[in-house]
């Protein structure tokens, strides 16, 4: 008899612990209203303190379209196709006249007033796709080019 009281107790003593098992879920809900109410309390206690602005002070930039310094000067000839200006935009340079003018015939046939050039120097032939008296007008075409020819440079023509 006293195997089977124990044995009872023994069963009512598990069942208790068993019950008293709390869920995971309700930790997880006490967590979650603790931290919105956490956060809550600190967006209310943030204040806006009025923002300096401090002026900085700026020099003026010396932009590439003025600046002549970086432009390759070079004497040139001209072998054929017209007459070239102070600033041209050149879109290849060979040691060959052949290559040079069949990069200018090429460039001609899309419009623009291509030139060969020699540099009596060291010469290298030039092909010159357009030639303007501003710099201005020179590096907006030769950004316009780059899109085809991403090597086109600047050349300013000394006398």
Same mark, same amino acid.
């Given at each position: ?6 044995? %009872? ?11 008293? $098992? ?10 979650? $209203?603790?931290?919105?109410? =956490? ?13 300096? @602005? ?14 002549? =310094?970086? !432009? ?9 196709? %017209? ?8 879109? %290849?340079?060979?040691?060959? @006249? !052949? ?6 015939? &090429? ?13 009596? =120097? ?5 092909? @010159?796709?357009?030639?303007?008296? !501003? ?11 780059? %899109? &085809? ?11």
């Amino acid at each position: 008899m006293k195997k089977k009281l124990m044995m %009872g107790l023994a069963l009512v003593a598990a069942l208790a612990f068993v019950s008293c $098992k709390s869920s995971e879920s309700s930790y997880k809900k006490a967590y979650e $209203k603790a931290k919105a109410q =956490e956060m809550a309390q600190t967006t209310n206690q943030v204040e806006t303190a009025p923002v300096s @602005v401090t002026p900085v002070q700026t020099t003026p930039v010396q932009t590439y379209a003025q600046n002549t =310094e970086n !432009d390759r000067q070079e004497r040139l000839n001209v072998m054929n196709g %017209g007459t070239l200006k102070a600033f041209n935009v050149v879109c %290849g340079s060979f040691k060959s @006249v !052949d290559n040079a003018n069949n990069l200018r015939n &090429t460039l001609v046939g899309k419009g623009y007033s291509a030139q060969v050039a020699q540099n009596p =120097e060291t010469g290298m032939y030039r092909v @010159v796709a357009s030639s303007f008296d !501003d710099r201005s007008s020179a590096v907006a075409s030769r950004d316009q080019l780059r %899109g &085809t020819y991403p090597d086109a440079w600047l050349l300013y023509r000394t006398y």
